[in-house]
């Protein structure tokens, strides 16, 4: 399960304005999954799915994580708007098509904790 297509809601903030400074940071969207340190709701929602049949499994993890994805969804742009941040997928090889200047800093720890405080 990929998340990469939360982070098209956050770098095309509507309003972005040149008079803000914006800060580039990156989030690894595949530690939202992580069962110890990850996003509780979402991990728990695919848990749901462990005792699908194997051809069913995948539809099964679709059904019972897209909720909980489209509430991360918001919550990183959110998150992002209120902190003037530009976020990109770590592990999308953003280097290829962004050119980024200075230090890019991973808030993933940072805002899986927000998000598990905010949306227990």
């Known amino acids: 399960m990929r998340l990469k297509f939360l982070l098209l809601l956050v770098v095309f903030v509507p309003g972005i304005s040149s008079a803000q400074s914006y800060k580039v940071v990156t989030v690894n969207t595949e530690a939202f999954r992580n069962s110890r340190d990850g996003i509780g709701r979402l991990v728990h929602a695919g848990n749901m799915c462990h005792e699908a049949e194997a051809i069913h499994r995948e539809q099964c993890l679709s059904r019972a994580t ?4 489209e509430d991360i969804a918001r919550a990183l742009n959110d998150y992002a708007s209120r902190n003037h941040l530009i976020v990109l997928d770590a592990n999308s090889d953003y280097e290829h ?5 200075g230090n890019v800093a991973d808030i993933t720890n940072e805002f899986i904790a927000y998000y598990n405080r905010s949306y227990p």
Do not use: K
């Not at 897209?66 to 994805?69: K, T």
């Not at 098509?97 to 200047?101: G, K, R, T």
């Open 97 to 101: 098509y962004c050119i980024v200047e």
């Open 66 to 69: 897209l909720s909980v994805i």
